[in-house]
């Protein structure tokens, strides 16, 4: 879809705009004295509503700054591609703002009451952005079932996103699992397999396609197939098989919160945010009715 949001000028501007995390985060890594940064992250007995957004915004080393913000490009970029395929600046930039002020509270603490439920405690200061990066991979998710809401119905939107969370939920079992999980992987492909059936089935009730109208389904299959491709690599590195590398922890419960919260939010948002038409979109539609 082509709307007076997608100018130059704006996609541009908008570019800008997602560089300004990476450029904070690098900044506060250079720049912000060591005994700042220790009281700004998070401690055991120490947890204060400040130092659990704070804290989001600090990073052990540069290579784990760079996987947080590699993260954050793959899953930010392609929801901002999405976005504006659909027409939703409007969407995304609330969404954006939401999740980078309200995620690192959220998540840090979700992540502590699951580390003490789960674990018994939590022993190492918390910091990373890789929460809020998992965030925007949610951002990206919603992106997608609305496009093929859009294209489609709702109903297959349903089936596509159950599909990809089965692909999720399988990724991670294959990496945590001591051997090749055959079960799970025919339970997966049965799941997958059937949500794909019932889209299928519906398009062709509903006819197929010729000539050029082949062009669309190939645009969603991509559009899906891409998604699937970037939750790929999240969860490869977001969900490592070994937990402890070097004397520092995955905090994987951050990253499984940070998802669920992006899409929760983000989904809930869409209702709200979305793009209304301008006095000028509603004359001219007003002006094309028979």
Do not use: C
Not at 207 to 214: E, K, M, N, Q, S
């Amino acid at each position: 879809m082509v709307t007076v949001e997608s100018t130059p000028r704006r996609i541009a501007l908008d570019v800008l705009g997602l560089l300004v995390l990476p450029i904070l985060l690098g900044a506060i890594h250079a720049f912000v004295p060591p005994a700042v940064e220790e009281s700004l992250i998070l401690r055991p007995g120490d947890v204060t509503l400040l130092t659990m957004f704070t804290a989001a915004f600090f990073h052990l080393g540069l290579d784990h700054l760079v996987g947080n913000v590699t993260g954050y490009v793959i899953a930010a970029g392609y929801a901002y591609l999405l976005a504006l395929i659909l027409g939703e600046r409007r969407w995304f930039w609330a969404s954006t703002i939401t999740l980078v002020l309200g995620l690192p509270v959220l998540v840090n603490w979700t992540s502590i009451q699951v580390m003490n439920a789960v674990l018994g405690g939590w022993v190492a200061p918390i910091r990373g952005f890789s929460g809020i990066s998992a965030g925007f991979a949610g951002l990206a998710f919603v992106a997608v079932l609305v496009f093929v809401r859009d294209r489609i119905d709702l109903r297959s939107a349903f089936f596509i996103g159950l599909a990809l969370i089965l692909l999720l939920l399988w990724e991670i079992l294959l990496i945590y699992s001591d051997s090749f999980p055959t079960i799970g992987t025919a339970a997966t492909l049965v799941g997958i397999g059937l949500a794909l059936l019932d889209v299928i089935g519906r398009a062709y009730y509903r006819g197929l396609p010729t000539g050029r109208g082949w062009q669309p389904v190939i645009r969603g299959i991509i559009v899906v197939g891409w998604m699937a491709a970037v939750l790929s690599v999240l969860v490869a590195g977001m969900f490592p098989a070994d937990l402890v590398i070097g004397g520092r922890f995955t905090n994987i419960f951050a990253h499984a919160a940070g998802f669920g919260y992006g899409v929760a939010i983000t989904g809930w948002g869409f209702r709200y945010w979305q793009r209304r038409p301008t006095l000028r979109e509603l004359w001219q539609a007003s002006l094309q009715k028979p």
